[in-house]
């Protein structure tokens, strides 16, 4: 069975760290590029960074940009998401989730095949 589940969100007061990790159950990770969503109470679900299956490619929203890195370690199955400088604006539910772009070095918001059940971020002091 083909899972994807987030962990590490937590409560961490403005200006903190965190680190999420989405793990891979059911299949190789190399072969999809991962992406990671969120989305506040109130507002819609918006694409914060996806990283393309060869890792080579990034790209992220422009309010994590700077702040919040994507990494891969296709071994341990696990994409991970560093937080850094965090914002209360940054409060959501995180997701992760896991596509097939047509070529090994794009990533993107869209059509994702797989999702994971999120982890809350809660940024507050």
């Known amino acids: 069975q083909l899972q994807l589940v987030e962990s590490g969100g937590g409560l961490v007061q403005p200006g903190g760290s965190l680190r999420l990790s989405c793990a891979a159950s059911?299949?190789?990770?190399?072969?999809?590029?991962i992406s990671w969503f969120r989305q506040a109470p109130g507002k819609e679900r918006e694409g914060v960074s996806c990283i393309s299956s060869s890792g080579g490619s990034t790209n992220y929203a422009d309010s994590v940009r700077g702040r919040f890195t994507i990494s891969r370690d296709n071994a341990k199955k696990t994409v991970y998401l560093q937080m850094d400088s965090l914002e209360p604006e940054d409060t959501a539910v995180y997701y992760c989730a896991a596509d097939t772009p047509p070529a090994p070095y794009i990533c993107w918001f869209n059509g994702m095949d797989y999702w994971g059940k999120g982890t809350l971020v809660t940024v507050s002091s």
């Open positions: 059911g299949f190789t990770l190399d072969s999809y590029a």
